[in-house]
């Protein structure tokens, strides 16, 4: 199977999708690959799996790959002195575009719409992901437990302090600040503010517990990833969190066997056929025996291959499951209707 | 002003959309019009303004138009003999693709990628709009009372009889259906399962009121439509709502200025920056005083021309104030940084 990894993007975490996309390289031996690079103009490259090196992107050096141009059926390029177009051969993408452009909907959409068949969430289950006010709602509305929180428009919040300060529509942490009083919460306010107009505040909870579970559905099969407790100080910040990006140790939870039931229960509430096609990762908080969804990473970083056994059967399981939207077909007998009914 | 009307889609409201945007040549008068119409297998056509009728798209004349393709800036067509590529010109798009790719934000998310300036709910609000439980959700989530619902994954529910059964994700009343005995809820669930895998259930509401408001927001001020009081027997499917499309005479609601205001309040949380860019639709019930939201038409037919004074004015006024989404600088310091600590 050859998958097609697209990667880049206008986001504020198009860095991490370099490393992502990197990191998979790595992590798909036995399956051929292919990658798209989306700089930041938005143009599309096709480059080398020799060249798949940050260095290489940072200092503009793919600027001289093979441009592409996505159209209806896939991705296509022009060959040789004729300016031939060709189209470029694979079986499947794998977004992993991170943040805006791969998890607002634009990419999702883009493939949706020229036919083209892709391990990605589709256009609703980024929006949902994509804003944390919508994840909530989602979240209550199909009877999963969040973190109460407000939206606030000025540096107040009803909560006491502590108090965590995000943007409602970035992922990785970026522009999360946490305030110990109403100088830190000015200032967080602040910086969200430069993210996003929309801002929420939520209770800074002492102990909480989280927990890290991927999966997905093939063919009405739910796979499972092992399951993750995070151990972290205070808060992590971005830096934090993705300077140790390719960390190679990570912490799994032994956790009793109710508590593992209870957690997949609640993945699988989230995932239903909202995020059919995609591989995500639900982060979960855990206090006092109850369980509340954090956030859904529809595309996890380098997508949490470090969490599955076998990561590379799992993703080939996934390929082989993926769908398009069924077709409509439109017989124009509503204008022949209105044809008829004008005498014409 | 040039406004480009793109229209059609992989849509069950393709026809619609059709009718829509015939509609709007009508009403537009002092602006010049192009219109680019989106067949069902999903290619783009240049057509002339004096072929937007009907029947000339449900023979499948467009077939001899110019055929356009999106790409970043615009839509581009290939010109003479040696088909060199030219760009269409006009200063904005109206998205008028009523239903799937239209309002599900396909087309949104590929004119926002593409850089194109446009009259269109953004993909969030498209998500939003287009299944009726995130509607819902978002709704509550802001403070605007629905009408209480379930999800039916069986032709069961908890209300008593009459009940109205939807797909979630469908507009103009495709495949809803109202039951009045246990018969016809297997009947109308059957029927709504043939276009949604999501189906509600609402309690049907003897004596509610109907009022649809327009509006949009241009330079931090709303600017809203006349409300339209709907009267209607039992429930309007979709064919009594559509063959009726061109009606000449709507009823608008001689009401009370409090209730006046308290639907301007509602539309305006609704609208808030989610809707930024959009002109869209808000259908409300009324009973016994409390105001809920039905649903939201982020792309109403014909773009609601009816429901405003000095409509083409008004378009004007919201074409100026659209804006795309501010660039990310991506200057590679994250990657640098990594590289730095490697010692490379």
Known sequence: MTFLIIFGGQSFEHEIS????????????????????????RDFYLIEKENMKSKFFARGKFKKSQKLE?????????????????????????????????????????????GIKAISPNIEASAIS????LTKAYAKEIG????EYEIINSPKTKFNFPVIVKPARLGSSIGVGVA????????????????DDLIIAEPFIE???????????????????????????????FEKKYLDFSRKNIMLSNIEQNFEIKIKEKFTKIYNSTFKNALIRCDFFE??????????????????????????????????????????????????????????
Chains 1, 2 share one sequence.
């Open 207 to 237: 102990g909480i517990n989280e927990y890290n579970l991927a999966g997905f559905l093939s063919d009405e099969e739910f796979i499972f990833s092992k399951i993750e407790k995070v151990e972290k100080k205070e808060y992590l910040d």
């Open 70 to 114: 996505i159209k209806k059926g896939g991705f296509f390029y022009k060959k040789g002195f004729l300016k031939k177009e060709e189209k470029l051969s694979f079986d499947i993408v794998i977004n992993l575009v991170h943040g805006r452009d791969g998890e607002d909907g634009k990419i999702p959409a883009m493939l949706e719409f020229f």
């Open 180 to 195: 110990k009083n109403q100088n830190e919460l000015d200032y967080a306010f602040d910086v969200a503010r430069e993210f």
């Open 130 to 133: 994509y804003n944390k006010v």
């Open 144 to 147: 999963v437990e969040v973190i």
């Open 18 to 41: 370099i490393v992502s996309a990197i990191t998979l390289k790595e992590k798909i031996k036995n399956n051929n690959l292919k990658f798209v690079f989306i700089d930041q103009t």
């Open 287 to 344: 206090k006092d025996g109850i369980i509340y969804l954090n956030e859904i990473n529809p595309i996890p970083g380098s997508m949490a291959n470090y969490l599955f056994d076998n990561f590379e059967n799992k993703l080939e399981m996934l390929a082989k499951s993926v769908t398009l939207e069924e077709k409509i077909i439109i017989d124009y007998q509503y204008i022949n209707k209105i044809q008829m009914a004008k005498g014409k």
